[in-house]
């Protein structure tokens, strides 16, 4: 424990943490590489009595005050095939591997299914906690079981699929087991044979002037790389998180209802009702290309809320509060961050 102990920082400033690039200190600050690690960790923390959470890039995160306790920076690295078919491979990828990373290397190796993923950013662990999605295709699609740590106990459990109840943006662990599990390895099912998904409208035009012969994984992912690029501006050089708010659902009933009044307001039908684009909402409402001070909103994409510079946390937690007054005054819809707020 004294090895654990030595190995937390403290006072530490956690602009390089955080993909809004905003400055707030942690009381103490800890990596740990492996699962060992973090199970130490939180013996110490358990018996300080003190409050902590998890960080692994910091791209779905935004500070808007000093955190005042423990933050765990989750580094455990490791990819390994554990089992293989003719048909598939299975996968196991430790919680701090980079997402895209992962991807990338999945390519490589001629393991398919997550090329539509390509380029969010945080870590794998953090995927199957908000069932990350993109050009319709989602995390849960692929993943076939993973392992968390019980926080309470130390103990690792092992979550199948089904156990996990993902769903749009969803998922135990944000749910029934939110700050109960720290998820700690995935289990990925890839195929050896390519099975592209297509159906994407912006994927799907992309590739319109591309034979079927030439539709390949790889050109896939270089494809989402290139739209997700067109559309977002690099964390690395405009400080951002990317989509700030989930897209919100309403009724069909009160969107026909809209449509009368915006009958250029788009929406797409699923189980939950219709899918509203809150980029199309903020825009509307007239915050596109908005800037106040240090902060403001992507002239290209009304989602992204963004850092020019010196911005607090505070202020762009004060900038979306205004565009949610707004589209909710406009439309009567609440809009939700996706963004985690701390």
């Known amino acids: 424990m004294n090895a654990v102990a030595l190995a937390i920082r403290e006072h530490v400033d956690l602009r390089h943490l955080n993909t809004f690039h905003v400055s707030a200190k942690a009381r103490w600050l800890v990596t740990i590489t492996d699962t060992a690690q973090l199970q130490g960790v939180l013996a110490w923390q358990r018996q300080q009595q003190v409050p902590f959470m998890l960080i692994g890039q910091g791209s779905n995160i935004l500070f808007k005050q000093d955190y005042p306790g423990l933050v765990i920076e989750l ?50 662990g953090a995927a199957p906690v908000q069932n990350i999605g993109a050009y319709g295709v989602e995390v849960k699609d692929t993943l076939l079981h993973l392992d968390a740590l019980e926080i309470a106990s130390g103990q690792v459990q092992r979550f199948s699929n089904t156990d996990c109840c993902f769903g749009y943006r969803q998922s135990y662990f944000k749910q029934e087991g939110k700050d ?7 289990t ?69 209802a809209l449509r009368a009044d915006y009958p250029q307001m788009p929406g797409f039908a699923d189980q939950d009702g219709i899918k509203v684009p809150a980029a199309w909402l903020i825009e509307q ?6 800037r106040e001070g240090e902060v403001g909103v992507h002239k290209d994409h009304a ?11 505070a202020a762009l937690v004060a900038l979306s509060e205004k565009i949610q007054t707004s589209v909710l005054e406009k439309f009567d819809i609440q809009l939700w961050p996706e963004v985690r707020i701390v």
């Open 303 to 313: 989602l992204v809320l963004v850092n020019h510079g010196h911005a607090t946390g």
């Open 75 to 124: 580094h455990h690295r490791g990819i390994s095939k554990v089992d293989e078919t003719a048909t598939h491979v299975d996968v196991e990828v430790q919680a701090g591997e980079i997402w895209h990373d992962f991807v990338l290397h999945s390519l490589r190796q001629q393991w398919y299914g997550l090329e539509n993923l390509s380029l969010i950013p945080g870590t794998v």
């Open 285 to 290: 409402a007239g915050w596109k290309g908005y």
């Open 180 to 186: 109960r599990f720290i998820i700690s390895a995935v």
């Open 188 to 256: 990925f099912r890839l195929s050896r044979q390519p099975h592209l998904k297509l159906d994407y409208p912006a994927l799907k035009a992309a590739l319109a002037q591309v034979s079927p012969a030439e539709q390949t994984p790889q050109l896939v992912s270089d494809t989402v790389c290139a739209i997700r690029r067109s559309k977002l501006p690099d964390p690395g050089v405009l400080g951002n998180a990317g989509s700030f708010y989930w897209n919100p659902h309403i009724t069909q009933h009160k969107y026909a």
